[in-house]
């Protein structure tokens, strides 16, 4: 691979990965560090170390319940996900009497929200004056 050709890749992704840094990586170090703090808005952060994590674990009641409701909420969702995207996309590659239609009302939806949901970002920010 030629250098120039090397660059060219380089400036394609930078604008990835700088988002990925920007708002990724940087708010998920910012967090773990904020996390051996004792911070509030209105004073400056000081280090405790491990005592958040120690008082989560051993004095915290609500932990255990939303670590196993979460738990129970990913390992069925997920899968059943899956599995529904799946038979969608098997029937959706059959070659049945009016696919394109079926097709067409599958992916519409997905289309569309998105410029609906702009709209009404737009509506609201910028109120029509009568």
């Known amino acids: 691979m030629s250098g120039e050709n090397r ?18 990586a940087v708010p998920f170090l910012a967090s773990f560090v904020l996390s051996f703090t004792d911070y509030s808005l209105m004073s400056a952060p000081h280090f405790v170390g491990l005592k958040n994590y120690i008082r989560l674990f051993t004095h915290d009641r609500t932990f255990n319940k939303s670590l196993s409701v979460t738990l129970i909420y990913v390992f ?18 059959y070659k049945l009497k009016f696919i394109g239609f ?15 949901a702009i709209a009404v970002l737009w509506r609201y920010l910028l109120p029509m004056s009568a």
């Open 7 to 24: 660059f060219m890749g380089l400036a394609y992704l930078s604008p990835y990965i700088i988002g990925l840094l920007l708002f990724t």
């Open 76 to 93: 069925s969702t997920v899968p059943l996900k899956l599995v529904f995207a799946l038979f969608i996309a098997v029937i959706l590659n």
């Open 102 to 116: 079926f097709r067409t009302a599958f992916y519409v939806p997905s289309i569309l929200g998105g410029s609906v």
